[in-house]
């Protein structure tokens, strides 16, 4: 995908498409939700670095109507512990600089700690181009973005994404296992003693040292869990 490609994508530009996963299959009854939110520009003055930004959502019925995707679930893409929520740390400002204006955005980890981040930025490929184009086009202008969501904002811009290439099949694969990990909490962490997650929250490696054992023994790579 060229660059000049990129810059067409509007906010609000949201694209639809019913799920086809290889590894997931019993997921391909519901619609994948695209829904272009921002910009993320990697390197300052290069327009070849500038990326759109996305939210995800996933519905159980066809998308027709805005309503449709009003009434959609956002997907969790990826989370962080408690303890993670000064980071990334450029060492341009001090760490008690930075934590002041941190402490200034209220934040809103789940009971066990966990901060929930739902954009992602869409790397520029011809894949990706060719994908979105076979995916229904609604114009959604008016979303509003999770209550909970946890931003990375340092020197007052949102410096960090995580990203996806919209091809098929294993990229719907991942975004279904981000799903199933964190917005069905099939996470590893989601199976331990809560109490000893709130008593950690600030770091977790007596988490891993106690855990470490059951992790690696009893990993289940397609759900996440530590089998029981």
């Known amino acids: 995908m060229k660059s000049n490609i990129i810059k067409r994508w509007e906010i609000g530009d949201c694209f639809i498409a019913k799920i086809n996963s290889t590894k997931y299959s019993d997921y391909n009854d ?21 990326y759109p930004t996305a939210y995800l959502k996933i519905s159980d019925k ?51 700690f966990f901060l929930k981040e739902y954009q992602v930025k869409i790397f520029p490929c011809r894949i990706s181009n060719s994908i979105l184009k076979s995916y229904e086009y609604l114009y959604y202008p ?9 931003f990375h904002w340092q020197d007052g811009l949102k410096n960090y994404f995580q990203g996806i290439l919209m091809s098929t099949p294993w990229c719907l694969d991942i975004i279904i296992q981000r799903y199933r990990r964190y917005n069905l909490r099939r996470w590893s962490f989601y199976q331990l003693p809560l109490e000893e997650m709130v008593e950690h929250k600030e770091s977790l490696t007596p988490i891993y040292a106690k855990y ?14 530590i089998k029981k």
Do not use: C, H, M
Not at 35 to 43: A, E, P, T
């Open 62 to 112: 066809e998308v027709k109507t805005q309503q449709d995707i009003e009434d959609a679930e956002f997907i969790i893409y990826d989370q962080i512990p408690w303890s993670w929520r000064y980071l990334p740390y450029s060492g341009l400002i001090s760490v008690e600089e930075l934590k002041k204006e941190r402490d200034k955005t209220k934040l809103y980890p789940d009971e066990y």
């Open 212 to 225: 470490y054992e059951s992790f690696i023994e009893n990993y289940d790579e397609d759900s996440d869990l």
């Open 30 to 50: 519901k619609f994948l939700i695209v829904i272009v939110s921002g910009y993320y520009q990697f390197k300052n003055n290069d327009e070849r670095s500038i």
């Open 142 to 150: 008016n979303f509003k973005r999770p209550n909970d969501e946890f």
